[in-house]
């Protein structure tokens, strides 16, 4: 019974119940947002379990009101309590994890159980097919339900990073992604996609299919397709002179013994050319700066080329010249530098080095023996060294040295390099690419409908002709792609993607402004997948088929139809420091993140986004881009988030001072308004992203199943309730107060406690005042605030509203 109850609270339990709870009580709003992720993203805070059973004293105060006010609730637990101490809680887990219901990964617990149908929780990038070329499908009379859930928690286990919805996962592990997916037939079966950039990650994952499917007797599956692809190059070490290679080589292999790298993962090459499709397969590239790299121009121009889209770990060799700053001529940032200049001299230098310590000491000896002479006492200085001696000696010491240096050489590689090559690997992520492998997701009924409400068999579409009104080049293309059909009622051309997912349009904005009825549609999920056409060189626009018909030009820039929702504005290094806290988002909150790599699409995307996240460093302070980008941002009224990353920003963290850093700092005054969000080992990934999420929510809003909790309130106070908070702080105190001096003098005060804004932590002066708003009022926080009531006071007055 005791199992059962356990069971009961993780997927009976009304999680609905307990985020109206926290929302009425208003006791704890981080703990709202942990509900909200929970009841969006299925990732549960370790804060929350306390919450899924009654009841330890953490959470007793929940399940007294919860049993008085539900009766559901109520009934569900009749039994009595399930956990009473927090040795039961940690009982409790062990248990779902034991039937595979839930997976520890970092500072929460995975629960894809509980995820909403419908939500597109898996980024673009996991349907990479130039990237994903190992290929496993296997058919299933019927999968029994919870069979996908457990087959992702058990890998989840194995892997470095996942995400997944309710029929898709994406692991990724050591610069390998596998996508995994559940799809169905026209008979009924349903068929076990997967997909990987490798061998080895695609195992594990057929490792824990086997094992799942071994948990249902009688379950077995026929293998339709088993292909083999190219395994990538997790690491390239280019070295362009034979020595330095082979150098590189020796010590890779013994470090690589104590690491998860193993050789037949590596690449040394002398060879400094990559083709786009040699490209795809290359995670890090560990770049040795020597001399010979120094004197290359074709190295130069070939660096420029890959930079943008493969991570460079510099390497200094010993025959760099040390005066010329390496960044000049790689364009590369320090962060992952790796200097090996002492411990990778050659032969000729080490005897140099050894001859000129000799030569210093048999200096010392003479004027030792010069000094005892002198004194008239017998040196104990040994005698000259003959020629022989020396060449000994010399002989001796370059075998010492270079026995020490091969010992720090593999010390810095197995406690330098390796290290940073792992933590690139477990950051990578593949570029989106554009819309080619995608129509593996064909998830959804047999039956479906198009956008004009006519429906058609899911068989129907391999024999029907794509038709579309633009150019022969595009109408092959997509019949060669099998990405559109035409529908046999009104022959208009719909892409597949409108039929087999969430239906989400949007419209050509030429053709509303001329009041077009229908109006021209794109796929809402088709234009977020070209968004990684374009980091794979692919252009931006759109063609619209109506506009075609009707003679206007057909071509729509993919910003006008689909403008990001977030632009991220910060150096390059930054970017990449913060890249998997922004993938990370871009997956939770179901929107699209632009990173401002320069250019014209830049300038674009800032115009249309609606927020800016903007990561300070150092860096940005001199940057005049950078700067004149920020100030057109706070001209805009654009949301802006702060972040400050810890090894980046050595200026001032707290709100009031952080942007004093900035050049011009008085034309950026206007980010004190704007709290900064630390981006520091204090604080978890998740954390981080808990705290992003929040505040873009504030400006973004996505349908889900259940209500996200967003930082904009829809509360309001009466009029009578502001004369009554006018008399509570004083008419005279406040006679001569901006706006936004009453906000810092009584309300941040006031909530300074509760973090909550004041409507929703609410005044005993002020009861029953504070309801859902019925209106807005849009002022500027310079007007004296008595003005803005007196002016509020007359307009209602006039429209003979009594109390709004």
């Keep these: 019974q005791w199992m059962i109850s356990v069971l009961k609270g993780l997927v009976r339990h009304d999680r609905q119940a307990l985020q109206d709870y926290f929302a009425s009580t208003g006791v704890d709003k981080l703990m709202l947002r942990r509900v909200s992720r929970l009841n969006a993203a299925a990732r549960l805070h370790p804060d929350l379990l306390p919450f899924l059973w009654p009841s330890v004293p953490a959470s007793a105060k929940y399940w007294v009101a919860i049993r008085q006010s539900n009766q559901q609730e109520r009934d569900l637990w009749s039994a009595g309590d399930v956990v009473t101490s927090e040795f039961d809680v940690e009982k409790a887990v062990e248990l779902l994890g034991g039937f595979d219901l839930v997976v520890q990964q970092r500072d929460e617990y995975l629960v894809p159980s509980v995820l909403p149908q419908g939500r597109l929780q898996v980024s673009a990038g996991a349907y990479c097919s130039r990237i994903c070329t190992w290929k496993s499908h296997t058919n299933y009379p019927k999968l029994p339900a919870s069979f996908f859930q457990r087959v992702v928690v058990r890998v989840t286990c194995r892997v470095s990073s996942v995400e997944f919805s309710s029929t898709t996962a994406v692991f990724y592990f050591q610069g390998n992604v596998c996508t995994t997916s559940v799809d169905s037939d026209n008979t009924g079966h349903q068929q076990l996609l997967i997909s990987s950039s490798g061998e080895g990650i695609m195992k594990m994952v057929r490792e824990e299919v086997e094992d799942v499917q071994a948990f249902f007797p009688g379950l077995h599956g026929t293998i339709l397709?088993?292909?083999?692809?190219?395994?990538?190059?997790?690491?390239v070490l280019v070295a362009l002179d034979q020595l330095s290679c082979d150098l590189l080589k020796e010590h890779l292999k013994k470090a690589s013994t104590d690491s998860r790298l193993t050789m037949k993962d590596c690449l040394i090459t002398d060879k400094f050319f990559f083709n786009d499709?040699?490209?795809?397969?290359?995670?890090?590239l560990v770049v040795a700066i020597s001399k010979d790299f120094e004197s290359s121009k074709y190295a130069s121009r070939v660096l420029d080329h890959i930079r943008s889209r493969v991570t460079i770990i510099p390497v200094i060799l010993h025959s760099f010249d040390p005066s010329r700053p390496w960044q000049q001529i790689i364009g590369n940032d320090s962060r992952y530098e790796v200097d090996l200049s002492e411990c990778t001299k050659i032969e000729d230098v080490l005897e140099a080095e050894s001859r000129q310590q000799i030569?210093?000491?048999?200096?010392?000896?003479d004027q030792k023996r010069a000094l005892d002479k002198a004194r008239g006492v017998d040196s104990r200085v040994p005698p000259p060294r003959t020629a022989y001696e020396v060449l000994g000696n010399v002989q001796r010491l370059v075998k010492e040295k270079q026995e020490t240096q091969n010992r720090q050489l593999s010390l810095e590689f197995s406690s330098s390099l390796l290290p940073r090559a792992r933590m690139?690997?477990?950051?990578?992520?593949?570029?989106?690419?554009?819309?080619e492998a995608i129509l593996s997701d064909k998830t959804g009924p047999n039956k479906v409908s198009c956008q004009c409400g006519h429906e058609f068999d899911r068989d129907q579409w391999i024999n029907m002709t794509a038709a579309t009104s633009g150019t022969s080049h595009h109408r092959e293309t997509l019949e060669h792609e099998g990405q559109a059909v035409s529908c046999p009622s009104c022959s208009l051309l719909h892409l597949i993607h409108d039929l087999v997912s969430i239906p989400e349009v949007r419209q050509c904005p030429v053709c509303v402004k001329n009041k077009e009825d229908p109006p021209g549609i794109f796929s809402a999920r088709e234009c977020k997948f070209q968004y990684g056409g374009i980091l794979n060189g692919c252009n931006t626009s759109l063609v619209c088929r109506v506009c075609h018909n009707s003679g206007r030009p057909a071509q729509r820039h993919l910003f006008d139809v689909y403008p990001p929702d977030?632009?991220?504005?910060?150096?390059v290094s930054a970017l990449k420091a913060a890249e998997t806290v922004l993938h990370s988002l871009e997956a939770e909150s179901d929107t699209v993140v632009w990173a401002g790599r320069g250019g014209k699409d830049d300038v674009l995307a800032l115009q249309r986004c609606s927020v800016v996240i903007l990561i300070l460093t150092d860096d940005f302070t001199s940057n005049k881009w950078l700067l004149r980008e920020l100030g057109t941002v706070l001209a805009s009224g654009k949301l802006v988030i702060p972040l400050l990353h810890q090894s980046l920003w050595t200026g001032p963290r707290d709100q009031s001072h952080y942007w004093m850093a900035l050049a011009q700092k008085n034309a950026f005054r206007r980010l004190e308004q704007f709290h900064p969000v630390h981006f520091d080992p204090i604080h978890s990934e998740s954390e981080i992203v808990q705290e992003l999420l929040a505040r873009?929510?504030?400006?973004?809003?996505?349908?889900?199943?259940?209500?996200?909790?967003?930082?904009?309130?829809?509360?309001?106070?009466?009029?009578?309730?502001?004369?009554t908070l006018?008399?509570?702080?004083?008419?005279?105190?406040?006679?001569?107060?901006?706006?936004?001096?009453?906000?810092?003098r009584f309300v941040k005060p006031e909530t300074q406690k509760s973090k909550l804004p004041w409507?929703?932590?609410?005044?005993?002066?002020?009861?029953?005042?504070?309801?859902?708003?019925?209106w807005f009022v849009s002022h500027a926080w310079q007007y004296l605030f008595l003005d803005v009531v007196s002016a509020l006071s007359w307009h209602f007055t006039a429209s003979e509203s009594s109390d709004p």
């Design 726 to 744: 006018i008399s509570k702080w004083g008419k005279e105190n406040i006679y001569s107060m901006t706006t936004e001096d009453v906000v810092k």
């Design 759 to 774: 409507c929703e932590q609410g005044d005993s002066c002020c009861e029953g005042a504070v309801l859902t708003a019925e």
């Design 424 to 435: 690139l690997l477990d950051q990578w992520r593949p570029n989106m690419n554009s819309l």
């Design 225 to 235: 397709a088993d292909i083999k692809g190219k395994e990538p190059w997790q690491l």
């Design 359 to 365: 030569e210093d000491e048999e200096r010392a000896n």
């Design 566 to 571: 977030i632009f991220v504005l910060g150096i």
């Design 696 to 723: 873009v929510y504030s400006r973004i809003h996505r349908a889900v199943h259940f209500r996200v909790f967003s930082q904009m309130p829809n509360l309001g106070i009466r009029l009578s309730g502001l004369s």
């Design 277 to 284: 499709d040699e490209l795809q397969h290359i995670r890090v």
